[in-house]
């Protein structure tokens, strides 16, 4: 129960991560692991002749690495489990008692009244 001119009010620690930064750091996921497959598909081709199981898990790699890059980049904006929630409730009034202004037993009464 907030009054009518009160804002709401909200904790920062429980605020996401901005927008751009968060796209910020998918982009850079998503980059270093479509780097990571080029390298291993150019060490595919490279040790093809040389060291062939080498070469088959690497390209193994490379194959599987493109699903892995985008599935990495798309984990993104879901609020973190540990955080509190940003939304903290205004304190609840204690109710008085029905029509007795709060007086619960007849010892709190003056002498004749009760």
Do not use: C
């Not at 751009?20 to 490279?46: F, H, K, P, W």
């Not at 980049?73 to 940003?86: I, Q």
Request: glycine fraction near 12%; charge should be positive.
């Amino acid at each position: 129960m907030r009054k009518r001119g009160e804002p709401e009010v909200f904790r920062i620690t429980g605020a996401r991560q901005g927008l751009a930064d968060d796209v910020r750091g998918r982009q850079r996921r998503y980059v270093i692991s479509m780097s990571v497959r080029t390298l291993s598909v150019i060490a595919a081709a490279a040790l093809w002749n040389v060291e062939r199981h080498v070469a088959v898990v690497a390209l193994v790699l490379g194959v599987l690495l493109p699903y892995v890059a985008v599935v990495i980049a798309n984990a993104g904006r879901e609020s973190a489990p540990g955080l509190p929630s940003t939304f903290l409730p205004s304190p609840a009034r204690p109710a008085l008692g029905a029509g007795d202004g709060g007086a619960e037993s007849g010892a709190e009464r003056p002498y004749g009244q009760g």
